[in-house]
């Protein structure tokens, strides 16, 4: 894989680090950025506790501390990485602001860093703390770094799309779908028709689905095109053929096992994404079946890894360096103040078959 540092000339990664169309809009505040008063007012103390608590400084009780790092995390605060007299300046940065740096989100990164490559921005890919937190991540990078650290932030697969940001904000394939920022995603429930029908069309009844993140809406998605492909084609939907793979390595590989090890086993399986996939095929060959002899196995994505296998996947291939470039012009239209022709534009998906699929062989 190409190296991070490589997507663009400045580029910076820090670890603490068919289009549907919908009517025009110019980027606007999505809200009142949370200062030290609401926190201080929130938690019942003094706006100087505040300051205490956050900096880590002596003189406070461990339980009020507590309190207020509690309510500094409900309300998304963060006190500034920089002096408050810097953030009339531009900094000429645009942040792309993570989950983790995982194949999906690498992929987005280089589509941003080559739509970049000729402005006048650099690129900060981060990824925050999830430390004593789940959801929500978004609200506190970005509450960190808008307006002093960046110009503008792509946001990859966000929980939350309604943090509050002085900033343009552009969410790729966030969880809970459309929201009133400007967003882009891959037409996932087109990506899982074409995926299911191609397996019907090799002659395959029995077809198993290793779903994604439940919270996904996207992974929804695909659940979605995979039952309407079986309705379409009159297969009854049998819940013994589907597991639950949330994208983790381990609780995929448990899924499939119970699935494959099963008398009536399917034979064929759609997985959600390419790791889980090649998760699949691992179990399954554990398991002594040949792959596509046995079982046929399509993903979700086309990740570099899906064609370095020996048997490289079938899969979908969804336009994630195109993901990342077309945010990256939305970001660039927004900060010139210009209007969006589109605020949620939907990427086309399209099959690409390779060697895991083959016509079911009678058992």
């Given at each position: 894989m190409q190296s991070l540092r490589a997507l663009t000339r400045r580029q910076t990664f820090s670890k603490t680090v068919s289009v549907r169309v919908v009517a025009p809009i110019r980027w606007r505040p999505m809200g009142a950025r949370t200062t030290i008063h609401d926190v201080a007012k929130a938690a019942g103390v003094s706006v100087s506790t505040v300051s205490k608590a956050v900096n880590g400084r002596y003189g406070i009780a461990d339980a009020t501390m507590q309190r207020v790092l509690d309510t500094v995390r409900d309300l998304g605060y963060e006190s500034s990485l920089v002096a408050s007299s810097m953030r009339a300046r531009r900094t000429g940065v645009i942040g792309v602001l993570l989950a983790d740096f995982?194949?999906?989100?690498?992929?987005?990164?280089?589509?941003?860093?080559?739509?970049?490559?000729?402005?006048?921005?650099?690129?900060?890919?981060?990824?925050?703390?999830?430390?004593?937190?789940?959801?929500?991540?978004?609200?506190?990078?970005?509450?960190?770094?808008?307006?002093?650290?960046?110009?503008?932030?792509?946001?990859?697969?966000?929980?939350?799309?309604?943090?509050?940001?002085?900033?343009?904000?552009?969410?790729?394939?966030?969880?809970?779908?459309?929201?009133?920022?400007?967003?882009?995603?891959?037409?996932?429930?087109?990506?899982?028709?074409?995926?299911?029908?191609?397996?019907?069309?090799?002659?395959?009844?029995?077809?198993?689905?290793?779903?994604?993140?439940?919270?996904?809406?996207?992974?929804?998605?695909?659940?979605?095109?995979?039952?309407?492909?079986?309705?379409?084609?009159?297969?009854?939907?049998?819940?013994?053929?589907?597991?639950?793979?949330?994208?983790?390595?381990?609780t995929t590989r448990e899924s499939?096992?119970?699935?494959?090890?099963?008398?009536?086993?399917?034979?064929?399986?759609?997985?959600?994404?390419?790791?889980?996939?090649?998760?699949?095929?691992?179990?399954?060959?554990?398991?002594?079946?040949?792959?596509?002899?046995?079982?046929?196995?399509?993903g979700f994505d086309d990740v570099p890894e899906a064609t370095r296998r020996p048997l490289p996947l079938t899969t979908i291939q969804q336009p994630m360096r195109r993901l990342g470039a077309v945010a990256a012009e939305m970001v660039f239209t927004l900060l010139t103040g210009r209007e969006l022709e589109e605020m949620h534009v939907i990427l086309p998906t399209r099959l690409v078959a390779r060697a895991t699929t083959a016509p079911v062989r009678e058992r």
């Amino acid at each position: 894989m190409q190296s991070l540092r490589a997507l663009t000339r400045r580029q910076t990664f820090s670890k603490t680090v068919s289009v549907r169309v919908v009517a025009p809009i110019r980027w606007r505040p999505m809200g009142a950025r949370t200062t030290i008063h609401d926190v201080a007012k929130a938690a019942g103390v003094s706006v100087s506790t505040v300051s205490k608590a956050v900096n880590g400084r002596y003189g406070i009780a461990d339980a009020t501390m507590q309190r207020v790092l509690d309510t500094v995390r409900d309300l998304g605060y963060e006190s500034s990485l920089v002096a408050s007299s810097m953030r009339a300046r531009r900094t000429g940065v645009i942040g792309v602001l993570l989950a983790d740096f995982e194949p999906f989100s690498a992929e987005i990164l280089k589509g941003v860093g080559a739509a970049m490559h000729d402005s006048a921005f650099d690129l900060l890919a981060y990824a925050g703390s999830h430390q004593g937190a789940g959801d929500g991540w978004e609200r506190r990078s970005l509450s960190r770094l808008s307006g002093t650290l960046i110009d503008a932030a792509i946001m990859v697969t966000p929980t939350v799309v309604g943090a509050a940001t002085e900033i343009p904000v552009v969410a790729v394939d966030p969880h809970t779908g459309r929201a009133d920022l400007p967003t882009v995603e891959s037409d996932s429930f087109g990506g899982a028709l074409a995926a299911t029908r191609h397996l019907i069309e090799l002659g395959h009844r029995r077809i198993g689905f290793l779903a994604g993140r439940p919270d996904l809406r996207s992974a929804g998605l695909r659940d979605a095109g995979y039952r309407r492909a079986l309705a379409d084609a009159g297969i009854p939907l049998d819940p013994s053929l589907i597991g639950i793979g949330r994208y983790e390595l381990e609780t995929t590989r448990e899924s499939a096992r119970v699935m494959l090890a099963s008398p009536s086993r399917p034979t064929a399986v759609f997985a959600a994404n390419d790791l889980s996939a090649i998760a699949v095929i691992d179990v399954a060959q554990g398991l002594g079946l040949r792959v596509p002899d046995d079982l046929s196995v399509i993903g979700f994505d086309d990740v570099p890894e899906a064609t370095r296998r020996p048997l490289p996947l079938t899969t979908i291939q969804q336009p994630m360096r195109r993901l990342g470039a077309v945010a990256a012009e939305m970001v660039f239209t927004l900060l010139t103040g210009r209007e969006l022709e589109e605020m949620h534009v939907i990427l086309p998906t399209r099959l690409v078959a390779r060697a895991t699929t083959a016509p079911v062989r009678e058992r």
